[in-house]
């Protein structure tokens, strides 16, 4: 009778354990469904994250500059202000002139280079800082929304006339567009440009060395790329 009690008891113990084990497996079971839909739902957020930062990328990121209000704006509110001496910056002016129909404004210094000392007069000017004044005056800058500054280099920098526009203008938030002409080396020209018109907004430069000018197709897909850059249409 005991050893019935016994067995009776060792059973009922073994029906239990059993028992506690189907439970703890359905329950692990559960814990591992939960932990895995955590980690599904996490993922999906990560993923609307990064497809919403994508969106506002594209959108509206601050720090890409839009530039699409200035391609409506041609024709009426784009200026190209330059300066040549020998007529090299000024053809490249006239072919943005055609595909933009900018208004273009050619500066003219107070001071007359010559062709036979231009070299030594243009290199005694910068080391002494001399600026020429200007004899035209530049129309209402604040009527327009892109202002293009076009240049030969000299002496591996900006020309004073150059310069000179710079410092009687105030470019404070103007779109300005650099570009400029040389022969092999423009050496500094838009860091010092850049330098002398701090407070502009400047958008993207180009330039225009003698090996391109003399590629007259080169020249013209060069700036056709770099217009649609800037926002205009072909
Ligand atoms: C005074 C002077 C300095 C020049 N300095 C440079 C120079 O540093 N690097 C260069 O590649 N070309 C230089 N050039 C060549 C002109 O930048 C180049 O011929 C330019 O396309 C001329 O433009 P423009 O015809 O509009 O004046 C210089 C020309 C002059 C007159």
Known sequence: ????????????????????????????????????????SKEKEEIETISENSKSFDTDNPNVTDTSDLSEAK???VLIIYYS??????????????????????IE??????????????QEQLREGYLPKLLNTVPDLDS????????????????????SFFSQYDLTDKNIVPFCTYKTHMGT???DFEAACPDANLLQSQDFSGYVLSDEEQTMEIIDQWLQNLGFEE
Do not use: H
């Not at 239990?16 to 955590?38: F, H, I």
């Open 75 to 77: 024709n009426e509110n």
């Open 1 to 40: 009778m005991r050893k019935r009690l016994n067995f009776l008891i060792l059973l009922l113990f073994v029906l239990c354990t059993l028992a506690s084990c189907g439970s703890n497996a359905r329950t692990d079971n559960e814990l591992e469904k939960a932990e895995s839909d955590r980690s599904i």
């Open 85 to 106: 001496f020998t007529g090299t910056t000024r053809k490249i002016t006239q072919t943005i002139q055609e595909k933009t129909g900018a208004d273009t404004l050619e």
């Open 189 to 191: 020209f838009f860091e």
């Open 109 to 122: 210094p107070d001071f007359n280079y010559f062709i036979n000392d231009v070299e030594d007069v243009v």
């Open 144 to 163: 327009y929304d892109m202002i293009f500054v076009g240049s030969p280099v000299w002496w591996f920098t900006t020309p004073p006339p150059i310069k």
